[in-house]
C-alpha cells in the first residue's frame, strides 16, 4: 500500500472512532434515562448510517500491520454498537411491557457502552499516533517531491506537480473531516484526546507545502501569459474613435430586425456586422464590448447569472500594423491571453500540452499548431463551467486567406459554450459565409440618426454656429441635414466634413461659407484624401510625405516622443540624449508643454490625415500616440499614384528605414537610464530590435552595414545594463533569453 493510500485509511479509521464516540455519548443519555427519549433514536440512526458509510471504506491494508489491527478492531466495534443499538432503541408504537424491558436492558448496557467508549479511546490514541507517524513519512516525500519539481528545468514534471497537489488536497481533506468530528465530541471529558496535535502536524509540517507548490504553479500560469502577450495587443483598440454620445444605443433595441440583442441573449454561433468602408464598424465593435448591457445579456446565456461563468475576449485586426496586429499568431495569442487571465485555474487543460512539456518547451515561441489547439480544447473541456463571447472585429484587415480565416471562426465558434460577434466588409468570402445568416446587420442601413445626432452635437455646441443658427435657422437645418443624407451611411465622411465646418467656424465663415464648404467636398473617401494631402501647406510638404511613408513602412502608432527623433529636415539628427527627458519622469508642467507643441506640430503639418488617440493605461511619456486617422487612409497613401507622389515630395535621398532607425536609437538613448522601469523596459526590448531589424533592412537595400549606429547601441546596453548585470542576464531580464551572450548573438539572432 503506498503512503497516501495508508493515510486514506487510516483517516477514515479515525472518522469511524469520532463517530463511535458520538454513538458513546449518546447511548450514555439514553441508558441514563429510565423513561427513554425516542427523539434519541433518530440521532442514534444519523450516528450510524454515517458510521456505516464509513466503514464501507474501511479495508485491511496487507502491508501494515498497525492499520490492519486497528481496521479490525472498527469491524468489531461496528458489530457491538449495532447489537447495542437492537437492545436499548425504543419505538413509538412500542407498548409499556415493550418499553420497560427495553429500558431494563439500556441499565444492563451500561457498563458495556463505558467499556466500548474506553475501546474506541484506546483506538483513537493508536490512530492518532499512527497517523502522525504516516504524515511525517509523507512529509519527507512532499519534500522530495517539491524540491524535484523546483529543480527540474529539463524534465517534465507535470506529473510531480499533480501528485503534490492530491497528496495536499487529501490531507487538508482529513484536517477537514477530523476537525469536524473533533469539535463535535470535544465536550466528552471523560474520553482523553490524543497528547500532540494533528491539526499541527498537518498545519506546520505538511501543509506549508501547498503555498510553495500553489507558488509554483501560479509561477508557470504567469509565464504562460506572458509567452501569449504581446506589446501591440491593445494598441488597436485604443486608437478607434470612441462612439459620440447618443449613438449606437439601437444596436440594443428589442425586437429590432437584425436581433442583436436576442443573439447575446439567447443564441450561439456567428453574428456578422457588415459595412461600407469608414460606416463605423470598428467604433460600434469597440462600443459593444465596453457596454455593461452587452455582460447583463450575456449572462443570461451562460444561464448561471454569474460573472465567473462568463469570459469575454476581443481582437481589432488593424492592416496598417505590425504583422502579430493582422495575423493568425496575433489573433489566437489575444484571445488565449484574454480568456486564460480571466480563468486561469483551466490553463494545464487548455495548455495541456505546454503545461506537460518540458521547462524550454513551456515557455518557447508558440507554434500556430499548438495556439490553435488550445483554442479548440476551449470548446471540448470536460466539465466546462463557462461561456465565451469573443468579438472579432476586422477580418478583412487580416493579412491572409480570408477564406481560411472563416473556417478557423467557424471552428473555433462551434462548441455549445462559445459564440462569436465578427465585422468585416462586405467582401465576397465573408458574404459567402454570413450573408444567409439571420444573425448579421449592415450598419451604414442603421446610422443615419446617429450621424444626425453626431452632426447636431458637435455644430449646435458651437457658440459660433448657435448665432447663425438664430439669425438663420433654416439654413442651418438645411445644412445639418445635407450633411446626413450625402454621407450614404459613411460616418467618417461624417466626421471629417464636420471638422472643415468647425474650422470654417473658426474663421468666422457664414451660413453660405460653411454650405460651399460641405458643397466642395467630394463625396468619395479617395478623392476626399486626395484634397486634403493637396491643401497641406507648401512648407510642410516635404515633412509631411516623409512622415507619411515613415509611418506607412512602420506599420505601427508612435507615442508623441517618439517624433522628436525623426529629423525630416535633411540635418544630421541630434546624438545627444533629449535634455528634457534627463530627469524623467519628475513631470512638471514644462515637460508636459513640451509634448504638447509637438503635438500641435503634427495635427498642423498632417491635417486629418493622421490622429492621435489616448492609451489610458500608459503613463503620460507614452499616453497619447499617433497613427493614420483610418484603415482608408492608409490604403489611399498607398495607391500607386499617391506613392510615387509621396516619394517625390519626400526626396530622392530619403530613406524611411534610416529615419526608423534613427528614431529607435534616439528613444533608446535618451530613456535607457530608466530601465528599472516596468513600463521602459518592455519598450526598451522594443527599441533594441527595432534598431537590429532596420540596421538589417538597410544593409541589404543599400549594401552598407550600419556600424555607426549598432555600436552606439552596444555601448548604451553597455553602460546603463551589463555594468549591473551580465550581458546573458540583462538580455534575459528583456526578453527572457539568457541564451544570448553577446552583442554579435544578438544581432545575428534578429
Excluded at 467604433?283 to 460573472?307: A, C, D, I, P
Excluded at 444573425?439 to 455646441?461: A, S
Excluded at 445639418?480 to 471629417?496: K, P, S
Aim: glycine share 4%; net charge negative.
Amino acid at each position: 500500500m503506498d503512503a497516501l493510500a495508508a493515510i486514506g485509511l487510516a483517516s477514515n479509521i479515525a472518522q469511524f472512532v469520532e463517530y463511535g464516540i458520538d454513538f458513546v455519548k449518546v447511548a450514555l443519555e439514553i441508558t441514563q434515562s429510565p423513561e427513554g427519549e425516542t427523539e434519541q433514536n433518530a440521532t442514534i440512526r444519523v450516528i450510524v448510517q454515517d458510521m456505516t458509510n464509513t466503514l464501507k471504506d474501511i479495508n485491511t491494508s496487507g502491508s501494515d500491520e498497525t492499520l490492519d489491527a486497528l481496521a479490525s478492531k472498527c469491524l468489531s466495534a461496528s458489530s457491538e454498537i449495532n447489537t447495542i443499538i437492537a437492545e436499548i432503541s425504543r419505538k413509538p408504537e412500542d407498548n409499556i411491557v415493550q418499553t420497560l424491558h427495553k429500558a431494563g436492558k439500556s441499565l444492563l448496557k451500561r457498563k458495556e457502552v463505558r467499556e466500548l467508549a474506553d475501546r474506541l479511546s484506546s483506538i483513537r490514541v493508536q490512530i492518532s499516533h499512527h497517523l502522525l507517524v504516516l504524515l511525517r513519512k509523507q512529509q519527507l516525500v512532499l519534500g522530495k517531491t517539491v524540491d524535484a519539481l523546483s529543480a527540474s528545468s529539463e524534465t517534465s514534471h507535470a506529473e510531480l506537480a499533480a501528485s503534490l497537489e492530491k497528496t495536499i488536497k487529501m490531507l487538508g481533506s482529513i484536517s477537514s473531516k477530523l476537525n469536524d468530528k473533533s469539535s463535535r465530541s470535544a465536550s466528552d471529558l471523560y474520553i482523553p484526546s490524543p497528547q500532540f496535535s494533528l491539526d499541527d502536524a498537518l498545519n506546520n509540517h505538511i501543509l506549508p507545502y501547498a503555498t510553495r507548490v500553489t507558488d509554483m504553479m501560479e509561477q508557470k500560469k504567469e509565464k504562460i501569459l506572458r509567452t501569449l502577450h504581446y506589446d501591440q495587443l491593445w494598441d488597436r483598440e485604443y486608437s478607434i474613435t470612441d462612439a459620440h454620445t447618443k449613438t449606437f444605443q439601437w444596436i440594443f433595441g428589442a425586437h429590432s430586425a437584425f436581433k442583436f440583442r436576442e443573439w447575446l441573449q439567447e443564441e450561439s454561433g456567428i453574428y456578422w456586422i457588415t459595412g461600407k468602408p469608414g460606416s463605423g464598424k470598428s467604433t460600434l465593435m469597440k462600443f459593444v464590448t465596453e457596454q455593461y448591457v452587452t455582460k447583463q445579456l450575456l449572462l443570461e446565456w451562460s444561464g448561471s447569472g454569474n460573472s465567473h461563468d462568463l469570459v469575454i475576449a476581443k481582437h481589432f485586426f488593424w492592416s496598417p500594423g505590425t504583422s502579430i496586429q493582422k495575423s493568425q499568431e496575433g489573433l489566437f495569442r489575444a484571445l488565449l491571453f484574454q480568456i486564460l487571465s480571466q480563468r486561469p485555474e483551466i490553463i494545464n487543460q487548455v495548455c495541456a500540452e505546454r503545461w506537460n512539456a518540458s521547462y524550454a518547451d513551456s515557455f518557447g515561441p508558440w507554434s500556430r499548431r499548438q495556439l490553435l489547439g488550445a483554442l479548440e480544447n476551449l470548446g471540448t473541456m470536460q466539465n466546462a463551467t463557462f461561456k465565451a463571447c469573443i468579438f472579432l472585429d476586422g477580418l478583412d484587415e487580416y493579412d491572409g486567406d480570408h477564406a481560411e480565416l472563416v473556417r478557423i471562426i467557424r471552428k473555433i465558434g462551434s462548441p455549445p459554450n462559445i459564440k462569436i460577434c465578427a465585422a468585416s466588409r462586405p467582401w465576397l468570402d465573408f458574404l459567402d459565409a454570413f450573408e444567409s445568416s439571420p444573425w448579421k446587420l449592415r450598419i451604414h442601413d442603421l446610422t443615419r440618426d446617429d450621424m444626425e445626432t453626431f452632426v447636431r452635437e458637435k455644430l449646435h455646441g458651437n457658440p459660433r454656429f448657435q448665432r447663425l443658427q438664430s439669425s438663420n435657422w433654416l439654413a442651418a437645418s438645411y445644412l445639418v441635414n445635407d450633411i446626413t443624407e450625402r454621407a450614404q451611411g459613411v460616418f467618417l465622411w461624417t466626421f471629417l466634413v464636420v471638422h472643415s465646418l468647425l474650422r470654417g467656424l473658426r474663421n468666422e465663415d457664414e451660413i453660405s461659407d460653411l454650405r460651399r464648404r460641405v458643397e466642395a467636398l467630394p463625396d468619395d473617401l479617395s478623392e476626399y484624401f486626395d484634397r486634403m494631402l493637396l491643401s497641406i501647406e507648401d512648407v510642410y510638404q516635404q515633412r509631411a510625405s516623409r512622415l507619411f511613408l515613415t509611418m506607412s513602412l512602420a506599420r505601427t502608432t508612435f507615442p508623441v516622443i517618439a517624433f522628436f527623433y525623426m529629423e525630416f529636415d535633411d540635418i544630421s539628427p541630434d546624438k545627444e540624449p533629449l535634455s528634457f527627458l534627463a530627469d524623467w519622469p519628475d513631470v512638471d508642467q514644462d515637460k508636459v508643454e513640451i509634448l504638447m507643441v509637438k503635438k500641435r506640430q503634427l495635427i498642423a503639418q498632417c491635417k486629418d490625415l493622421i490622429f492621435i488617440s489616448a492609451d489610458p493605461t500608459a503613463p503620460v511619456l507614452f499616453a497619447e500616440r499617433v497613427g493614420f486617422l483610418h484603415r482608408t487612409v492608409v490604403d489611399f497613401l498607398q495607391t500607386d499614384d499617391v506613392n510615387r507622389k509621396l516619394i517625390r515630395l519626400a526626396g530622392r535621398d530619403f530613406e524611411p528605414r534610416r529615419t526608423l532607425l534613427q528614431t529607435n536609437l534616439g528613444q533608446a538613448r535618451s530613456l535607457m537610464h530608466l530601465h528599472g522601469r516596468t513600463y521602459i523596459r518592455s519598450r526598451l526590448a522594443q527599441w533594441i530590435l527595432g534598431c537590429m531589424y532596420y540596421a538589417y533592412q538597410l544593409e541589404v537595400s543599400t549594401g552598407k552595414p550600419q556600424i555607426t549606429e549598432l555600436d552606439e547601441l552596444k555601448y548604451l546596453i553597455d553602460k546603463h545594463l551589463a555594468h549591473r548585470w551580465t550581458f546573458s542576464h540583462a538580455m534575459d531580464v528583456l526578453f527572457e533569453l539568457p541564451e544570448i551572450t553577446t552583442f554579435l548573438t544578438l544581432a545575428t539572432g534578429v
